[in-house]
């Protein structure tokens, strides 16, 4: 049987596997749940979200485009002229978005901005994004 886990263990095991190609995903799990930073189901504990060891990327609606960008640091350096509030949610043209998804193809971002790429295309995208490691 497969276990499937949570984006956020996902996203610390790929991580996680830069440094060190032995860890599994059940071990991040047992150490994330065991510290605290999860609930059995994977989701942030709310200890895990206000001390900054987890970020929620949940957007709200009718964000302005300081908060979006506070959201997504990431996109803070492309122009504004490539975003525009879609019902009640901020979204990039096709230009933007071809562009970025091919400098993230070449690992052009940082390990962080790779995380707020990921969290902004999760529901965005049907396609599966590019991993590395």
Partial sequence: MQIIYPALIEEAYRHSKKFDSSLTNEEIYRHFYQAGLIQENGEPTEA?????????????????????????????????????KIDHFWEMDLTLQENILDQWEHEAFSDEETIDLTAFFEDRLSTEFPTHG
Avoid: C, I, M, Q
């Fill in 48 to 84: 895990a979200l206000s001390e900054g060891y987890v970020k929620d990327y949940t957007e709200d609606w009718d964000l302005d485009f300081e908060g979006f960008l506070a959201l997504y640091p990431v996109f803070k350096k492309f122009d504004a002229r490539h975003f525009k």
